[in-house]
């Protein structure tokens, strides 16, 4: 069908701009990611299920789904700590807006336009570009974060007795994401320095980018920008099809813990009471060790969402200062006997 002509006090984008013949492969590659995802989602809820134990999911729900809603949704814990919370809520929740209003476009473009209503145009166009850039901002404001917290303070949270836990794993995440949203305001700005409507003022990241490429020769940009839109693309659906099978699992896993789907293991280090010393075993008794009486360190078992699956297994042993506290750390509560 005809698509709508956008001028002043009809302001909107065509969503497939330069781009318009590839939207069945894009579906097409869309529907292998989504399935390369469901089947890590689906291999790690067989795993769950085989080292857990049966339980009452159901109970309780109203507090279930108040945790769900507080942690999972609205992330309230992550901002104990106010940089790592700041750093971790810009890209979280940019990053979720980002994908919600692809999503919002998409069902435009798709359904409601071709039904007759279109409701991305005039001044709700020119918020929700706003809101856009406002986002893509907010994300790599806090990739920068991250990589200056984790390359550059190094808080002893981010390793284990002075020694960085840092993984290419870590910057590949990182830089995967930022490299996504710098592609998308590259593909804006290549398109509102061809098309030059006035209105993409308001898109002020890419209508700002748009005078890096002053001067170029409108069919080269249009080149580029079908180069950019296909690396945009595969960066995208590789991130999504790479989530289940990384630590970046734990946008799926910590969710889920408030409505019981999974184990808990691998979610947080547990606390445990006793202090820590690498020389205690050399002279504790055969049975029933308590560890030594004092230290510096507190022990902890088990790995956490950053980590590496090595990590993870409750088996594992780690410690820290009894001071720090981090998102990532619980505690192990047990009864005595008696």
Request: proline share 6%; hydrophobic share 45%.
């Amino acid at each position: 069908m005809e698509r709508a002509k956008f001028y002043a006090g009809n302001e909107g984008r065509e969503v497939f701009w330069n781009a318009e013949h590839f939207e069945a492969l894009l579906f097409t590659l869309s529907a292998v990611a989504l399935i390369i995802f469901a089947y890590g989602v689906y291999r790690r809820w067989q795993m769950w299920k085989a080292i857990g134990k049966p339980d009452i999911r159901w109970d309780n729900v109203q507090e279930r789904l108040k945790r769900l809603l507080l942690d999972g949704l609205f992330q309230i814990r992550i901002f104990r700590e106010l940089y790592p919370g700041i750093m971790h809520g810009l890209i979280f929740f940019g990053f979720c807006g980002l994908m919600f209003g692809t999503f919002f476009d998409a069902v435009e473009y798709h359904i409601s336009e071709p039904l007759g209503f279109a409701f991305l145009r005039g001044n709700v166009y020119i918020l929700f570009s706003l809101s856009m850039e406002i986002l893509g901002l907010a994300v790599l404001m806090g990739i920068i974060m991250a990589l200056f917290r984790r390359y550059a303070i190094k808080p002893d949270g981010l390793g284990y007795k002075g020694k960085p836990d840092n993984t290419t794993e870590d910057a590949v995440v990182l830089l995967l994401i930022g490299a996504i949203i710098l592609t998308g305001f590259t593909i804006e700005a290549l398109r509102i320095h061809v098309t030059r409507p006035p209105w993409e003022v308001w898109s002020f990241g890419g209508w700002m980018l748009a005078g890096a490429f002053a001067g170029m020769d409108p069919e080269r940009a249009k080149t580029l920008h079908k180069i950019t839109w296909w690396v945009h693309t595969f960066l995208s659906l590789g991130f999504i099809a790479y989530i289940p099978y990384s630590r970046l699992l734990h946008i799926i896993a910590t969710p889920a813990n408030p409505l019981g789907l999974h184990a808990l293991s691998g979610v947080c280090h547990e606390w445990c009471l006793d202090w820590e010393s690498e020389t205690y075993y050399r002279m504790s008794p055969e049975r029933n060790p308590r560890g030594p009486e004092t230290g510096t360190r507190r022990s902890s078992r088990g790995g956490a969402w950053r980590h590496q699956d090595p990590w993870s297994p409750v088996a594992h042993r780690s410690s820290l200062p009894p001071h720090l506290r981090y998102s990532d750390y619980g505690v192990r509560v047990a009864r005595a006997p008696g």
